[in-house]
Each structure stands twice: as structure tokens, then as C-alpha cells.
């Protein structure tokens, strides 16, 4: 039940990421903002991600801790 929550979230956030930029674009000059901001978080998603896939403590600690 959770993968299937996961997987609807993440196809409509695909489908919201192929759509805004048509609205952005609407509303040029304005829209550019959109953009930038759009870039700027989608930056700091891949560093996140980037940073949690070379942390191997992390892991250990997710597999082997008790909480």
C-alpha cells in the first residue's frame, strides 16, 4: 500500500514538472521566476540525493538500528 502511495505521488509530481513550465510560459516575463526557482530546488534534490547515496553510515544505521 505505502509503494503504491509512492508511486502516485511521484507520477503526478512528473506530470505537474511537465506541465507548470507551459504556464510559465504564459506568463512571460513573470514566469522566469518559476524557472529559476524550479532549477534552484531541483538542485538541492540532486545534491540531497547525491549526499545520501555516498553515506554508508546512514545505511548501516537504517539496516541495524532499533528505534
Not at 529559476?36 to 541495524?64: C, P, T, W
Amino acid at each position: 500500500m505505502e509503494k503504491a502511495g509512492y508511486i502516485l505521488l511521484g507520477v503526478v509530481a512528473l506530470v505537474w514538472l511537465g506541465v507548470i513550465p507551459f504556464g510559465m510560459i504564459e506568463a512571460w516575463p513573470w514566469g522566469l521566476i518559476g524557472f529559476l526557482v524550479l532549477i534552484g530546488l531541483g538542485l538541492l534534490f540532486a545534491q540531497v540525493v547525491k549526499d545520501r547515496l555516498k553515506n554508508k553510515e546512514d545505511d548501516y544505521y537504517s539496516k541495524n538500528a532499533d528505534l
